[in-house]
T-cell receptor
Framework: GQNIDQPTEMTATEGAIVQINCTYQTSGFNGLFWYQQHAGEAPTFLSYNVLDGLEEKGRFSSFLSRSKGYSYLLLKELQMKDSASYLCASLDSNYQLIWGAGTKLIIKP | DTAVSQTPKYLVTQMGNDKSIKCEQNLGHDTMYWYKQDSKKFLKIMFSYNNKELIINETVPNRFSPKSPDKAHLNLHINSLELGDSAVYFC???????????????FGPGTRLTVL
């Protein structure tokens, strides 16, 4: 079966660093996406990885290990506006996005 | 300009009714999608559609049907609404229906459907 696992909720402090992990098992693999979703809003694209390694984009970085079926999203210099749900999604062999349930990130002052 | 738009934003209706949600994208994308996000926040794909093929998630009841009058529109029709249909429905589009970053999906604002 197809499965995406990520923690339900995490809490971090403003200015700190947080890492959100995601493991995936999908039928085929064409890349791993991270999306951000603020409460009551639509998901917005953050990153895409298809090769092993770290992709850095400003305060956000995303890592992929294909052999381990594992990814993480790293958020640095946390700001209050980073409070949101972070969704991991794997693109399967049919180019369908298989979504995790999301990790709700709570930032405290 | 809004990239992906949906109407209505809120829809409250009685069980058994038939309703439609409209979606339009002005990004020139070839592929459009409908998702259902329930109270547990899982995003579940319902349909993927481009001018070549329609992919239907087999778990979607046939009361749900997509209608695409042209490449920029993919409307969702729901017949005989049930209580369990209450959820937020998101429309999305992507440049292509293939691998790679071109599969980045742009989401509409969502339609919150409440069935009474």
């Amino acid at each position: 079966g197809q499965n995406i696992d990520q923690p339900t909720e995490m809490t971090a402090t403003e200015g700190a660093i947080v890492q959100i992990n995601c493991t995936y098992q999908t039928s085929g693999f064409n890349g791993l996406f991270w999306y951000q979703q603020h409460a009551g809003e639509a998901p917005t694209f953050l990153s895409y990885n298809v090769l092993d390694g770290l992709e850095e984009k400003g305060r956000f970085s995303s890592f992929l290990s294909r052999s381990k079926g594992y990814s993480y999203l790293l958020l640095k210099e946390l700001q209050m506006k980073d409070s949101a749900s972070y969704l991991c999604a794997s693109l399967d062999s049919n180019y369908q996005l298989i979504w995790g349930a999301g990790t709700k990130l709570i930032i405290k002052p | 300009d809004t990239a992906v738009s949906q109407t209505p934003k809120y829809l409250v209706t009685q069980m058994g009714n038939d309703k439609s949600i409209k979606c339009e994208q002005n990004l020139g994308h070839d592929t459009m999608y409908w998702y259902k996000q329930d109270s547990k926040k899982f995003l579940k794909i319902m349909f993927s559609y481009n001018n070549k093929e329609l992919i239907i998630n087999e778990t979607v009841p046939n009361r749900f049907s997509p209608k695409s009058p042209d490449k920029a529109h993919l409307n969702l029709h729901i017949n005989s609404l049930e209580l369990g249909d209450s959820a937020v429905y998101f429309c999305a589009s992507s440049q292509e229906f293939s691998g790679g970053a071109v599969n980045e999906q742009f989401f509409g604002p969502g339609t919150r459907l409440t069935v009474l």
